[in-house]
């Protein structure tokens, strides 16, 4: 037991950041802002469950309901994000060759990595799956729909419901491993199949942005929305019996015909059964996935070698050799690769449906301003989120990161080369995204290029200090033992400035629409104002840059 | 991406489409009133009944257990869709407890076994319809025993 607990704290403090516990103060200030921001979520819960309630998108009572369905959608993120990580953390760690020397029965070594995925999974719940069942408890309590108890009961079945994406992932991650081997190894395939996902996307929003009726006009079909908002939570709950199964547990048993929630006999006698379910799991992950564990994780270790190169090497230039080995390194990581082509392709995606439902809308004014600012709101929200992969680059390089310091050449050119494919790939993305946009509203060339542009600056500036978010505080270390870093700092900070920078930047996009359509009816001034704003925040960033980098390479 | 980035969005992406739908539209004035033509109670456990006299729909409940009446109203464009709930006023606190909820709908809970009418109609005053529930509420074997 002594071993068991020594073991998950050790690969705890590599997958979550305890930097802050070393002193009181900061313990404190981290622990109140974890509380604040999970009081915020269920607070913002409670709010958007009234409001919906009071302007009648459903009853009170439906409130089950929605639980269903958000803890359903919770639930199928975590079995998809829990069976790749653990796949990848059982089978290709890099700590497992470290895990296998200690002088610990083997088993141990197997438990404790669930146990250590099983607590890290309980801490992203309390950012989403936990403040949200709270929040609906608040509501269902409120109205009297629910017991005061269901606040203390909530966090048992909650605590075994967590561990079902982990034991499920577990299972997964065998048959998963395989087909990831498998593709590994014909790398073509991974293109083939991600090319026909991708056709597969694009043929459903086609069909969708055709089933657009000619004329909508939400005040008026409000009703039959609501109609069919109901229908669709009814069958939601009627298709899903053991979703219901799960919150009937949390909840409590309807004591009432479509009303009250009552935690009784029953509600015990579920949550044994939830009990035993998660108990049978756990022992077929032990029976099945275990053994496959050792035999890769001793194989690994034992006997593999890695390949040797038999290409003959080819002397480049010192310029083109590090654009050279970034070429590769974003074609070889499909992690990588994929997630720019994702969000480089979903974003215009997102907004041709987009402006295909607001086509379909009869606007005043104000309609049309706004339009404009969720536009770019919408444009910049994925386009700078997904720059947070930027700020693990350095980081992921592991101990090799350490061999910058050392090269034969000015840092900032590796440095600046890391980001050349994300620079070059984004400006068709941008300016198809700005021509379907200004195309659909009736933006002349100048508008559309300008405004291409101003984006364009926008996402080189944030993905310029979300790279210098990771060089100054790097995680090497932690990518160089285990590979995956679940809450990089850097990540996190990089996510919440992209969030930050587009609403300000939206929030600015309407002042200035609004202002250039009435006093010059026309809407280049304010495209050339949004350009200036984005220029000065780019070269703020790209001067930020530099000079720190000058300072923690050469001046350090 | 992370999955609460991914949420996010989404949930951002659909305000988009609801707050313009909402605050954008152009208003238009529409002189014609549309009234209600039918109700439907859409309460799980109603059974519509045909070719009675008494009532269109009859709901079974236990004793004490409670029961929330929600109803839909038809055509869905009606100009007052709100809808009153009408009741023996003598057999209120005897027979059964009434609570109107605010949203829409009504709790009853039957205190007694026997039957009870409810009959919902539209607050348009000029829709000449009404839908009339028959709550039962069945003696209980305890009560059949004395």
């Known amino acids: 037991m002594k071993n068991l607990k020594t073991l998950v704290m050790m ?132 109205k009297g729909c629910a017991s005061p108890f269901a606040f203390l009961w909530m966090w048992f079945p909650l605590l075994l419901i967590i561990a079902i994406p982990v034991l499920l992932g577990a299972i997964l991650s065998i048959p998963t491993m395989y087909v990831y081997k498998f593709f590994k190894r014909y790398s073509i395939l991974q293109v083939i199949l991600f090319g026909s996902i991708l056709t597969l996307v694009i043929i459903a929003i086609v069909r969708l942005i055709n089933l657009i009726p000619e004329k909508i006009d939400l005040i008026n079909q409000w009703p039959t929305i609501k109609k069919w908002l109901y229908q669709f939570l009814v069958n939601v709950e009627a298709n899903l019996p053991p979703m219901r199964f799960l919150i009937r547990i949390i909840v409590g048993e309807q004591a009432s015909i479509d009303a009250d929630c009552v935690i009784n006999i029953m509600t015990i006698l579920k949550f044994g059964l939830l009990l035993v379910i998660d108990f049978a799991l756990l022992a077929f992950v032990y029976l099945l996935a275990r053994p496959l564990f050792f035999s890769i994780m001793a194989k690994n270790f034992e006997v593999n070698k890695s390949r040797q190169s038999h290409n003959k090497n080819v002397r480049h230039s010192k310029y083109f050799t590090f654009v050279n080995k970034e070429l590769k390194i974003n074609l070889r990581t499909i992690s990588i690769s994929i997630n720019y082509l994702m969000v480089y392709i979903v974003v215009p995606i997102l907004i041709l449906l987009l402006n295909a439902l607001y086509g379909a809308m009869d606007l005043k004014y104000l309609g049309e301003i706004l339009i404009f600012t969720f536009n770019i709101l919408i444009i910049c929200l994925p386009l700078l989120a997904s720059n947070a992969l930027v700020a693990t680059y350095y980081s992921r390089e592991g101990k090799a990161g350490y061999l910058k310091k050392v090269k034969p050449i000015y840092a900032l050119y590796p440095l600046f080369t890391k980001l050349f494919f994300n620079l070059i790939l984004s400006i068709p993305t941008v300016f198809i995204t700005v021509w379907i946009f200004g195309d659909s509203v009736g933006f002349n060339a100048w508008n559309i290029i300008i405004l291409g542009f101003a984006i364009l600056l926008l996402h080189y500036g944030h993905m310029i200090y979300s790279a210098l978010l990771d060089v100054m505080n790097p995680q090497n270390e932690q990518y160089a033992s285990t590979g995956v870093v679940n809450d990089n700092p850097n990540e996190n900070k990089s996510t919440i400035l992209a969030f930050i920078l587009s609403f300000v930047y939206a929030v600015i996009a309407f002042i200035l629409f609004d202002e250039s359509g009435v006093q010059h009816g026309s809407y280049l001034p304010a495209c050339i104002r949004m350009l200036i704003i984005s220029l000065v925040y780019c070269t703020s960033c790209v001067i930020l840059f530099i000079k720190k980098i000058k300072a923690y390479y050469y001046e350090g | ?112 076994s026997g039957t009870t009418f409810i009959e919902i109609v539209p607050t348009d005053r000029n829709s000449n319809i009404s839908l009339r529930i028959k709550i039962t509420c069945k003696p209980s074997l305890e009560d059949i025993l004395g």
């Open chain 1, 11 to 142: 690969q705890l403090r590599n997958k979550i950041d305890f930097s802050w516990a070393k002193t009181k103060m900061n313990i404190f200030r981290t622990l109140l802002f974890g509380f604040l921001k999970f009081a915020i979520i269920t607070a913002i819960t409670y709010v958007v469950l009234y409001l919906c309630q009071v302007i009648g998108i459903f009853y009170y009572s439906e409130s089950p309901r929605i639980m269903i369905l958000v803890v359903t959608f919770s639930l199928i993120l975590s079995l998809i994000s829990c069976t790749k990580d653990l796949m990848l953390n059982l089978y290709f760690a890099e700590d497992n060759r470290v895990l296998i020397t200690f002088p610990v029965n083997s088993n141990i070594i197997f438990l404790s990595k669930l146990i250590v995925f099983y607590i890290y999974e309980i801490k992203r719940s309390l950012s989403f799956l936990i403040p949200i069942t709270l929040g609906s408890v608040i509501l269902l309590v409120s």
């Open chain 2, 1 to 112: 991406m992370k999955k609460s980035v991914i949420l996010t969005i989404s949930i951002i992406y659909i305000l988009a489409i609801v707050v313009v739908g909402f605050l954008g539209i152009a208003l238009k004035v529409y002189n014609e009133k549309v009234y209600v033509e039918k109700i439907i109670c859409i309460t799980d456990g109603y059974v519509a009944v045909e070719n009675d006299e008494y009532c269109d729909g009859v709901i079974t409940v236990q004793k004490n257990q409670e029961v929330v009446i929600k109803c839909q109203v038809e055509p869905d464009n009606a100009t007052n869709p709100n809808l009153r709930f009408d009741y023996d006023s003598d057999e209120l606190g005897k027979k059964f407890e009434f609570v109107e909820n605010g949203d829409g709908t009504c709790t009853i809970k039957m205190l007694d």
